[in-house]
């Protein structure tokens, strides 16, 4: 997503070239290709499908919306599964219209996992929980910060439910590095992903995120912790910027890696 | 704030007609009318001064922006004291550019309330740190949620620092109700505010707090919480949202006061 405007050949071009070994995919452009052909082409690349982003979407109220979601999210991990990631991201989604009830949504989402844990195990994948920042609790996501997302996923096996640490939603909790902890210990860190945190952020907030360097968050001791909590998969990059989408893919694709290398390790 | 096209003659007439027994002001509009000119004035209608807005902004790294900094937090004291209020809501401040130790400058807010809160004890004001929504965290304030202002108020006597509840920053927080009653039993629990969540949020995200009873904000769970910690202040309703300010102030009064008679109480 750092490099949507890259098509699918193009961006496991870049990762040859700049030596990426691996590479987190979402589900819109790798349906508009084709899901085999997306798994040839990043198998033929030599690179690794770290995760696939995204399921979840798991709390609406209405029965017809919410069996339609568990369709989706069923799909999902099908999709996981022939692109050869184990992990499957799932934001778990916001309140539904009208509802002030976050209890109640958390919930659903644990009713949701319920169903989606042994569909997911059955074919090798994991649901990688992702607690987004609380800016995005009342539309995209109830569950906000990583306690509460480990608090869910503990209910289930550690082979169905883990969870997602993405710097930009957990860098302000001063409870985030004894959960990182938490969660590399129970064997659910799934995937780890770096943003910077840039102000002023941009109407509905969404597509904000500051390139690795530019902003208020420690990227070196957020590796740091996530490293010592176990976590040994690769690191993913996931920027959501309209300026950075502005720009030639392979030019942004080559600053990240560059900032990768820069801002990340020491 | 809420009505801040009013001014404060005006604010202070409109409280009186629609039975609004207190108000909450803030420094600039004070300093601007005169402070002792503005005592009189809410004397004389008769209206309480909830608490005054605000001191704070402490994290600075430099020492001469530090030193101006607690100078204006004493003036910001006398200035209370002088209104008649026992409240001095602090937002602790953000960030100091290029900075992304968080950890540091919470430390430095707590250096800062051991040097003002027996200033302001002695002129019989209470400090009443706000833990600002987690997205303001980088550029506002480093105090992000309740049990973090908590943990910094119990370094000092409660006569000396509380905190400032206001739904907006807390209503994600799947803590915080344990929060507000620790808060309360520890007589702590200085002011409550209440505003609501709306999306999308504008850029910038400060001036887009909801009209009580339009977001996701359930104000009358929050209120009974309030309550049942002991809260038996008046409530203040805190919005800042750039098209309330465009409307004619009496009728967006009028409005408030009829949305907090229906969205707060049974």
Redo the contacts between chains.
């Keep these: 997503m750092t490099v949507k405007q890259l098509t699918l050949p193009e961006l496991a071009d870049n990762c040859v070239e700049f030596g990426v070994p691996g590479v987190g995919l979402w589900r819109e452009p790798v349906r508009s290709y084709g899901v085999p052909a997306a798994a040839r082409l990043m198998r033929d690349a030599g690179l690794t499908v770290t995760t696939l982003c995204r399921g979840g979407f798991l709390t609406a109220l209405a029965p017809g919306e919410r069996a339609a979601a568990l369709d989706d999210n069923r799909r999902a991990v099908d999709e996981a599964a022939a692109l050869g990631t184990t992990t499957l991201v799932l934001v778990s989604g916001g309140?539904p219209a009208g509802?002030?009830?976050?209890?109640g949504a958390?919930e659903r989402i644990a009713d949701a996992l319920a169903e989606l844990g042994p569909y997911a195990e059955e074919r090798g994948v994991r649901l990688a929980l992702e607690p987004l920042?609380?800016?995005f609790?009342?539309?995209r996501c109830v569950v906000?910060?990583l306690a509460?997302a480990l608090d869910l996923a503990e209910r289930f096996p550690a082979e169905q439910v883990g969870v997602t640490v993405d710097t930009y939603h957990i860098?302000?909790?001063?409870r985030a590095p004894e959960q990182i902890a938490r969660a590399g210990a129970g064997g659910r860190l799934l995937a780890f992903q770096l943003a910077d945190?840039?102000?002023?952020?941009?109407?509905?907030?969404l597509n904000g995120r500051g390139p690795l360097g530019d902003?208020?968050?420690?990227l070196r001791a957020w590796r740091a912790l996530a490293e010592a909590a176990g976590h040994t998969g690769l690191i993913e990059v996931e920027l959501f910027n309209e300026d950075l989408w502005a720009r030639p893919g392979r030019e942004l694709f080559a600053d990240t890696v560059r900032r990768f290398a820069a801002h990340v390790f020491d």
């Design positions: 309140l509802s002030k009830d976050l209890h958390r920042h609380p800016m609790a009342a539309d906000s910060t509460q860098w302000w909790d001063d945190w840039i102000t002023p952020l941009p109407h509905g907030v902003g208020a968050i420690d």
